[in-house]
């Protein structure tokens, strides 16, 4: 991954021209020139010239963004603000260290032995206390919630037993049947293993209803995207270097997730994290070229086509996560899985690839921003007058349930493939 | 001029409130730029939210010596808002509101800060339609377009931002606020100070409200393609399309630099041609037709290779992307341009295109040319980079040809940019001096102590500008 000082080519690319105006979505918020992609890299630029220092405003606005992309995706420069945006976290991170809190949430996502630490079963098993009301705000997992956050927050309990916990994933450990089809290896991803194992299994059968035979590696670390966000490079790279090794060993013909954030992390940013070590990053190329998202992986390299069953109508709307429409190019596929599912009528909203406002830390560095952002895409959802919002992003899922529930909002919110069967999510 | 003491601190947060004013550097160093990509730091940015609020602002710039300047979204491309002397950055960030569409007389009132995409989105909902259009239409506001008096592609049909600006609210630069113009289609009651204000660029007052004509949105809309093998016979093509009485809802023209710089950040599948044809017509559903066969007929004629009508909006509305980010995918070829947006008669284009390609060969530089050919627009990239100091003079020189051949052709120098800083040192290529004075009566007569964006339009006493004066009879 690049450092903040090998990035003064591409900050000064940026020409201001102001387009990113018309695709931020703090910017949509907020509405002030410090909220835009334009005024972040000017900050920041600013910021490596010496005229500010790492004061409260400057990283008041650093943190601000989603690191969605939008403004990157329409830069008719391509500025990759992405890039930079993350690495001036980086250097302040370098410098101030990392926040209390995520500091102690990333070691338990690195901890040995699997995701889980014991840390965080003992909250699993304390979540009584913790929850007694929706102010408490346990989230113990970086991407979803921190601790004590403002009230009145609707707040996804952990699992009683973590995807990766559950006996019928336990027996799915080892290397996949090659007789049968292609095998595939199973990345859970924080969201799925301690908020919804549910998505995970029906993923699962998925896979193996598309004539795939499926393992799910322990072990699995983190995919290291919310320590990157956060600035904190040095965890989100052994994260990737855990990772790469459990995936190595699983010696599967693709790697598969159903979470957009953990697909990126494993196709584009594992390799950034070990670019510092040409071997390392070989070998986490080929990972990343094995890895697809789970709509990726049903409909283009397994042909995947679910049973056309009469049911009944369920009008759906799709939200595109940053992760998978933007940064993987994926925007047919899930629509086109979404499709299969029984009964699926899908009826877009309006400006369906605007983000969530959960991305990039924002949720934990400026909730109430998170929020409004996340309100907007209630409105659109609401408009839509679809009874369902489907999307193919755990995080996405967390961050529209606590927003639509917010607005008052009356939309279940569900991962795509959960709709693939008849029960309802 | 002077800093802004402790005191006018005091007082700016006082009149607009301390969540809506800004002094630390953080803030600043983001109100200090515009397009033009030139950065001078203001002393403080305020947030107004009404006419009032400014009215007390610029007050105290009277009595306290220090400058304002209005600013919309920063978008300008002459540096009209950048505060090249300091002072305080007047942001509309905080006005934003539409605050009526009247469907019966076809009017809308709105704040300056409202994007103006937003405003044609809101009243295309109600079948109305606001025509004027500048490439940064997503992100530009109404009260950046009324300073400026942008235009875009659709003026070749619909004309400019001057020509939907029925009546404004204003702050003058000595703290009243008047209101100019009217709300009806007539109107002759004193001077009209409404157009004085459109394209004056925040030098005679500072707008607050915004009265604007509205049209029935027109039925239907073609979008046609035409390439042809030399830029000449596409420039001939154009003139020969006004010529033939069809008048293109846009007719945009589009040189193979521009069209390889935008093609590799769009990916839309341009083709790789030497020069391209955009052309939309509009209106009912079965003149399109005809209009669009009118169309075919002369590009064929003038050596149009290929002729295709897009299909489907997802089609239009990528090749509009594309054109509106011609600009800024520029800066691919080389880090710097000089962006001029000169304009000649119609039937001249020709002769401008050809001109332009000897000035290229001549100075030993590469321009790029788009642009609303329709109107005689075309936007000169003049590319350098200014590392090398051979390159960067060369470029100077080449657009001091440009104009100087713009003016022979009965032309002007800016269509829709306006001045600002950028071409100030052009001025008196084009305006003879006895103009020019008179101008600065009317600046100082509204502006008597030259607090209200100081530095734009003028150049300063003693500044080194072009050559005066080869602009042809109108």
Same mark, same amino acid.
């Given at each position: 991954?690049?450092?903040?000082?090998?990035?003064? +080519?591409?900050?000064?690319?940026?020409?201001?021209?102001?387009?990113?105006?018309?695709?931020?979505?703090?910017?949509?918020? /907020?509405?002030?020139?410090?909220?835009?992609?334009?005024?972040?890299?000017?900050?920041?630029?600013? $910021?490596?010239?010496?005229?500010?220092?790492?004061?409260?405003?400057?990283?008041?606005?650093?943190?601000?963004?989603?690191?969605?992309?939008?403004?990157? +995706? =329409?830069?008719?420069?391509?500025?990759?603000?992405?890039? /930079?945006?993350?690495?001036?976290?980086?250097?302040?991170?370098?410098?101030?260290?990392?926040?209390?809190?995520?500091?102690?949430?990333?070691?338990?996502?690195?901890?040995?032995?699997?995701?889980?630490?014991?840390?965080?079963?003992?909250?699993?098993?304390?979540?009584?206390?913790?929850?007694?009301?929706?102010?408490?705000?346990?989230?113990?997992?970086?991407?979803?919630?921190?601790?004590?956050?403002?009230?009145?927050?609707?707040?996804?309990?952990?699992?009683?037993?973590?995807?990766?916990?559950?006996?019928?994933?336990?027996?799915?450990?080892?290397?996949?049947?090659?007789?049968?089809?292609?095998?595939?290896?199973?990345?859970?991803?924080?969201?799925?293993? $301690?908020?919804?194992?549910?998505?995970?299994?029906?993923?699962?059968?998925?896979?193996?209803?598309?004539?795939?035979?499926?393992?799910?590696?322990?072990?699995?670390?983190?995919? !290291?995207?919310?320590? $990157?966000?956060?600035?904190?490079?040095?965890?989100?790279?052994?994260?990737?270097?855990?990772?790469?090794?459990?995936?190595?060993?699983?010696?599967?013909?693709? /790697?598969?997730?159903?979470?957009?954030?953990?697909?990126?992390?494993?196709? +584009?940013?594992?390799?950034?994290?070990?670019?510092?070590?040409?071997?390392?990053?070989?070998?986490?190329?080929?990972?990343?070229?094995?890895?697809?998202?789970?709509?990726?992986?049903?409909?283009?390299?397994? !042909?995947?086509?679910?049973?056309?069953?009469?049911?009944?109508?369920?009008?759906?709307? $799709?939200?595109?996560?940053?992760?998978? !429409?933007?940064?993987?190019?994926?925007?047919?596929?899930?629509?086109?899985?979404?499709?299969?599912?029984?009964?699926?009528?899908?009826?877009?909203? =309006?400006?369906?690839?605007?983000?969530?406002?959960?991305?990039?830390?924002?949720?934990?560095?400026?909730?109430?921003?998170?929020?409004?952002?996340?309100?907007?895409?209630?409105?659109?959802?609401? =408009?839509?007058?679809?009874?369902?919002?489907?999307?193919?992003?755990?995080?996405?899922?967390?961050?529209?349930?606590?927003?639509?529930?917010?607005?008052?909002?009356?939309?279940?919110?569900?991962?795509?493939?959960?709709?693939?069967?008849?029960?309802?999510? | 001029?002077?800093?802004?003491?402790?005191?006018?601190?005091?007082?700016?947060?006082?009149?607009?409130?301390?969540?809506?004013?800004?002094?630390? %550097?953080?803030?600043?160093?983001?109100?200090?730029?515009?397009?033009?990509?030139?950065?001078?730091?203001?002393?403080?940015? &305020?947030?107004?939210?009404?006419?009032?609020?400014?009215?007390?602002?610029?007050?105290?710039?009277?009595?306290?010596?220090?400058?304002?300047?209005? %600013?919309?979204?920063?978008?300008?491309?002459?540096?009209?808002?950048?505060?090249?002397?300091?002072?305080?950055?007047?942001?509309?960030?905080?006005?934003?509101?539409?605050?009526?569409?009247?469907?019966?007389?076809?009017?809308?009132?709105?704040?300056?800060?409202?994007?103006?995409?937003?405003?044609?989105?809101?009243?295309?909902?109600?079948?109305?339609?606001?025509?004027?259009?500048?490439?940064?239409?997503?992100?530009?506001?109404?009260?950046?377009?009324?300073?400026?008096?942008?235009?875009?592609?659709?003026?070749?049909?619909?004309?400019?931002?001057?020509?939907?600006?029925?009546?404004?609210?204003?702050?003058?630069?000595?703290?009243?606020?008047?209101?100019?113009?009217?709300?009806?289609?007539?109107?002759?009651?004193?001077?009209?100070?409404?157009?004085?204000?459109?394209?004056?660029?925040?030098?005679?007052?500072?707008?607050?409200?915004? &009265?604007?004509?509205?049209?029935?949105?027109?039925?239907?809309?073609?979008?046609?393609?035409?390439?042809?093998?030399?830029?000449?016979?596409?420039?001939?093509?154009?003139?020969?399309?006004?010529?033939?009485?069809?008048?293109?809802?846009?007719?945009?023209?589009?040189?193979?630099?521009?069209?390889?710089? &935008?093609?590799?950040?769009?990916?839309?599948?341009?083709?790789?041609?030497?020069?391209?044809?955009?052309?939309?017509?509009?209106?009912?559903?079965?003149?399109?037709?005809?209009?669009?066969?009118?169309?075919?007929?002369?590009?064929?004629?003038?050596?149009?290779?290929?002729?295709?009508?897009?299909?489907?909006?997802?089609?239009?509305?990528?090749?509009?992307?594309?054109?509106?980010?011609?600009?800024?995918?520029?800066?691919?070829?080389?880090?710097?341009?000089?962006?001029?947006?000169?304009?000649?008669?119609?039937?001249?284009?020709?002769?401008?295109?050809?001109?332009?390609?000897?000035?290229?060969?001549?100075?030993?530089?590469?321009?790029?040319?788009?642009?609303?050919?329709?109107?005689?627009?075309?936007?000169?990239?003049?590319?350098?980079?200014?590392?090398?100091?051979?390159?960067?003079?060369?470029?100077?020189?080449?657009?001091?040809?440009?104009?100087?051949?713009?003016?022979?052709?009965?032309?002007?120098?800016?269509?829709?940019?306006?001045?600002?800083?950028?071409?100030?040192?052009?001025?008196?290529?084009?305006?003879?001096?006895?103009?020019?004075?008179?101008?600065?009566?009317?600046?100082?007569?509204?502006?008597?102590?030259?607090?209200?964006?100081?530095?734009?339009?003028?150049?300063?006493?003693?500044?080194?500008?072009?050559?005066?004066?080869?602009?042809?009879?109108?």
């Amino acid at each position: 991954m690049k450092k903040l000082l090998e990035l003064r +080519s591409e900050i000064d690319k940026c020409v201001r021209c102001g387009t990113c105006r018309s695709t931020c979505p703090t910017f949509k918020v /907020i509405g002030r020139e410090t909220s835009c992609a334009r005024g972040r890299v000017t900050l920041v630029a600013e $910021y490596m010239n010496g005229g500010v220092g790492l004061s409260e405003t400057f990283l008041k606005h650093l943190k601000e963004c989603t690191l969605c992309g939008a403004c990157r +995706s =329409k830069c008719p420069n391509g500025v990759d603000t992405v890039a /930079i945006f993350a690495a001036a976290r980086r250097d302040v991170t370098e410098k101030q260290g990392v926040p209390f809190a995520a500091s102690i949430i990333f070691k338990n996502l690195l901890a040995s032995g699997g995701i889980m630490s014991l840390g965080l079963k003992l909250a699993t098993r304390l979540q009584g206390l913790f929850f007694r009301d929706a102010s408490a705000g346990v989230g113990l997992l970086s991407r979803f919630s921190l601790p004590l956050v403002g009230s009145g927050r609707l707040v996804p309990p952990l699992a009683p037993t973590s995807f990766l916990d559950l006996p019928e994933v336990k027996s799915a450990e080892g290397k996949a049947d090659k007789k049968d089809g292609p095998s595939v290896a199973f990345y859970a991803g924080c969201g799925i293993n $301690y908020l919804m194992p549910e998505v995970g299994l029906k993923s699962l059968e998925a896979v193996r209803r598309a004539g795939a035979s499926v393992s799910v590696p322990q072990g699995q670390a983190c995919c !290291g995207m919310p320590a $990157y966000a956060m600035g904190d490079i040095a965890t989100a790279r052994s994260m990737a270097l855990k990772n790469l090794e459990v995936f190595e060993a699983a010696d599967a013909d693709f /790697i598969v997730t159903s979470c957009a954030t953990c697909g990126h992390g494993l196709k +584009s940013l594992m390799a950034s994290l070990l670019a510092d070590s040409p071997e390392l990053k070989a070998r986490a190329e080929k990972i990343a070229a094995k890895t697809r998202d789970i709509s990726e992986l049903l409909i283009k390299e397994l !042909g995947f086509k679910a049973k056309g069953r009469v049911a009944e109508r369920r009008v759906v709307t $799709y939200h595109d996560p940053c992760h998978l !429409g933007r940064a993987q190019g994926l925007r047919e596929e899930p629509r086109e899985l979404l499709k299969m599912g029984p009964g699926v009528v899908l009826k877009e909203m =309006k400006n369906p690839c605007l983000c969530c406002g959960l991305g990039g830390g924002l949720m934990y560095n400026n909730y109430e921003l998170s929020m409004e952002i996340a309100a907007k895409k209630a409105e659109n959802i609401k =408009k839509s007058g679809a009874e369902f919002v489907a999307t193919a992003c755990p995080g996405c899922i967390v961050q529209l349930r606590d927003g639509l529930h917010r607005s008052g909002v009356d939309v279940k919110v569900c991962h795509v493939v959960e709709l693939l069967s008849e029960e309802k999510p | 001029m002077k800093m802004i003491s402790n005191s006018v601190k005091n007082e700016l947060i006082r009149v607009v409130g301390a969540k809506n004013a800004s002094f630390s %550097r953080e803030e600043l160093v983001c109100y200090a730029y515009d397009a033009t990509n030139k950065l001078s730091l203001p002393d403080a940015v &305020v947030f107004p939210s009404t006419p009032e609020e400014i009215s007390l602002v610029l007050k105290m710039a009277n009595s306290e010596g220090f400058p304002v300047i209005p %600013r919309g979204a920063g978008s300008g491309f002459s540096g009209g808002s950048v505060p090249v002397e300091g002072g305080v950055v007047v942001s509309f960030e905080r006005m934003t509101k539409i605050l009526e569409i009247d469907t019966e007389n076809l009017v809308a009132v709105v704040e300056p800060g409202v994007v103006t995409w937003d405003l044609q989105q809101s009243v295309e909902r109600l079948g109305l339609f606001y025509p004027p259009d500048p490439s940064s239409h997503r992100f530009s506001t109404i009260g950046g377009n009324i300073a400026e008096c942008a235009g875009g592609p659709r003026a070749v049909k619909y004309g400019v931002t001057r020509d939907y600006v029925l009546g404004l609210e204003a702050v003058l630069p000595t703290g009243e606020i008047v209101t100019t113009g009217v709300r009806t289609a007539k109107g002759v009651v004193g001077y009209d100070l409404t157009k004085l204000f459109v394209g004056s660029e925040g030098t005679l007052g500072i707008v607050t409200k915004a &009265v604007l004509k509205l049209l029935p949105l027109p039925e239907a809309t073609k979008t046609m393609l035409a390439t042809f093998p030399k830029m000449t016979e596409a420039a001939k093509a154009v003139s020969a399309i006004i010529r033939g009485k069809v008048i293109p809802s846009t007719l945009e023209i589009i040189d193979r630099v521009s069209l390889r710089c &935008v093609e590799e950040y769009s990916k839309t599948g341009l083709p790789d041609v030497e020069a391209m044809l955009l052309i939309e017509v509009d209106g009912p559903k079965d003149s399109l037709e005809r209009d669009c066969r009118t169309v075919e007929a002369i590009c064929r004629e003038h050596g149009g290779a290929d002729f295709r009508v897009a299909e489907g909006k997802e089609e239009v509305k990528k090749l509009w992307e594309a054109r509106r980010s011609i600009s800024a995918s520029l800066y691919r070829v080389k880090p710097n341009k000089i962006n001029e947006d000169i304009v000649v008669p119609r039937s001249r284009i020709p002769e401008l295109v050809e001109g332009l390609g000897k000035i290229s060969a001549a100075r030993g530089v590469l321009i790029a040319s788009f642009g609303h050919a329709g109107d005689g627009n075309i936007h000169v990239n003049v590319m350098y980079d200014k590392k090398s100091a051979a390159e960067a003079a060369a470029a100077e020189a080449a657009v001091t040809d440009v104009f100087t051949l713009t003016l022979s052709l009965s032309g002007t120098i800016s269509g829709e940019h306006g001045v600002g800083t950028a071409k100030q040192k052009y001025l008196e290529m084009e305006l003879s001096p006895a103009a020019i004075e008179a101008m600065k009566r009317i600046k100082a007569s509204f502006d008597p102590k030259g607090i209200l964006n100081p530095g734009k339009i003028f150049p300063k006493a003693g500044a080194k500008t072009a050559a005066a004066g080869t602009k042809a009879p109108l």
